[in-house]
């Protein structure tokens, strides 16, 4: 039984943690302060710092509880309830998010931070003319010498992000982007949306030089040699009699369909495709999966993802003690979408792809959708965006194509295991498919699936559902092409990815499916 640490060890961890924190290592802060979180739940200053560390990890979950934690003794703390404002926005919970913004609005109207957060709030769920219109309203009211050169900041990045051509703020935004007083999440913010602007208007060099500064300013950290030995020893385990004799839950999955792939390979328009379906539930990236398998063989450091590789823990007791909890939370995802009893619930986390045989113990029934897209165009697509530090593998072309390897590495080795015993059953499909032949293309997946044809389908832009991952933009697009072949004016950029992933995976990539 372990020792519940004194007041003065727990300080002295937080003292040490800050140390690193403030050094710009935020896994040795987190691996510091971990263990001595559950005994200071008391000790708010300490809660909310562990609740800033997470934050800035990109654990924004994690950051969230801990912030409603602090909230319960202190309610009227609207530091707290900003800093909860912004965790919920980047989850995707924007109703609450917006909650939570109006109550600081009670008490300072123009409170910047807060007002900013409402800013992209409406700037990502589709509402760019009252977003411009709050930050115009915002400029009037606040005098440049009460907002501080972090809030300039935002508001520049907002610009960015909101005005179709917008080239002239690209200079001012790269320059505040080398200021190092500046959050480092807000430098790289800057450079990655000045890169994007680069890009639409076609200066590709400059695109992805603004964009790899992005990444260095995060410092994201990616040892692909430890990644590729992680991804052996999961596959080694599932392999393995002992994995073949792991009991399954008593759960019918048969409702359920997982859709993975690399991130920006077409998850969120196939998604949105099939949610346009009556009766089926797109509930979009949940961590459930991801959490179990966290639960079942929990990575060494916080800035792992988890990959089981034991089933010590994976017993008939744990499983029925767990699952009703995960059903309950993908039921609650669910009834957010509409559909209080649906035939199909569909979760789009990319990541279960590490999880696919976990996924076959812990909801026996339930079918996989592998999608993929030209690794080139995957990659292109990936550096583009600001993801948050999960998708540490961005950091540089050959980490991207490095983590593309052991992918495919992977779903090769979860494809030799036996269906649906052993792994769900899955179907692979391609993007390029199904954006030239969309009705070709998913009335294959339907039937697989078991689901009845829906014109629907086909006009997926159609639906009122607000997407809450980097695809938000593109899916209230029609279905089309324009996203195919993006890669080529990056060829000499991504000769580290090809070099990295394989010249002969990147040519042996059949758009129509074949390979």
């Not at 939370?329 to 999880?355: S, Y």
Request: glycine share 6%; charged share 30%.
């Amino acid at each position: 039984m372990a020792i519940k640490p004194t007041k003065q060890q727990i300080m002295e961890r937080v003292r040490r943690a800050d140390g690193f924190a403030r050094a710009g290592d935020l896994t040795l802060a987190a691996l510091t302060l971990q263990p001595i979180m559950e005994h200071a739940r008391d000790m708010h200053n300490v809660c909310l710092f562990w609740a800033r560390i997470r934050a800035e990890q990109g654990h924004y979950q994690d950051a969230v509880d801990w912030y409603r934690h602090v909230l319960k003794s202190h309610h009227d703390n609207i530091d707290i309830r900003k800093s909860l404002a912004l965790c919920l926005r980047r989850l995707g919970q924007f109703d609450e998010a917006i909650r939570q913004i109006e109550r600081v609005r009670e008490t300072n109207e123009w409170d910047v931070m807060a007002v900013l957060t409402l800013i992209d709030t409406y700037a990502t769920i589709n509402d760019p003319d009252r977003a411009i219109a709050l930050l115009d309203e915002l400029e009037a009211n606040v005098p440049d010498d009460e907002a501080t050169d972090e809030q300039r900041a935002r508001m520049k990045i907002i610009r960015l992000r909101m005005r179709d051509s917008a080239e002239d703020t690209v200079g001012p935004a790269l320059e505040d982007a080398t200021n190092d007083k500046l959050l480092t999440e807000t430098r790289s913010s800057l450079a990655q949306h000045a890169g994007i602007v680069l890009q639409k208007a076609g200066k590709h060099t400059e695109a992805w030089d603004a964009m790899a500064k992005a990444k260095q300013y995060r410092g994201l950290r990616f040892d692909a040699d430890e990644h590729e030995e992680r991804v052996t020893k999961c596959i080694e385990f599932w392999r393995s009699d002992e994995a073949a004799d792991l009991p399954t839950s008593g759960v019918d999955g048969s409702k359920f369909i997982f859709i993975v792939g690399m991130p920006r390979s077409g998850t969120s328009l196939l998604e949105q495709m099939l949610g346009r379906i009556p009766g089926v539930a797109p509930m979009g990236e949940r961590s459930e999966i991801v959490r179990l398998a966290g639960a079942l063989w929990p990575p060494k450091r916080p800035d792992l993802s988890s990959m089981v590789a034991g089933g010590k823990r994976l017993t008939r007791e744990n499983l029925d003690q767990i699952m009703p909890m995960m059903l309950d939370a993908f039921a609650e995802a669910a009834a957010e979408t509409g559909e209080r009893d649906p035939a199909r619930m569909v979760d789009k986390q990319v990541f279960n792809f590490l999880h696919l045989p976990l996924i076959a113990r812990a909801l026996p029934g339930a079918k996989v959708l592998h999608i993929r897209r030209h690794p080139c165009d995957t990659a292109v697509s990936c550096f583009s965006q600001w993801f948050n530090k999960q998708h540490h593998f961005t950091k540089d072309a050959a980490s991207l194509g490095a983590y593309y390897r052991q992918y495919l590495r992977m779903m090769e080795a979860w494809s030799e295991l036996p269906a649906p015993a052993q792994v769900p059953e899955t179907m692979e499909l391609r993007y390029e498919a199904l954006a030239a032949a969309p009705e070709q293309t998913i009335r294959p997946v339907l039937e697989f699936l078991g689901l009845e044809w829906n014109d629907d389908v086909l006009t997926p832009e159609q639906s009122e559902r607000i997407v809450r991952t980097a695809s938000r933009e593109q899916v209230r697009k029609a279905i089309n092409t324009g996203a195919v072949g993006r890669w080529k004016p990056y060829e000499q950029q991504l000769e580290p990815f090809i070099e990295a992933l394989g010249r002969e995976v990147v040519e042996s990539y059949d758009p129509a499916g074949a390979s």
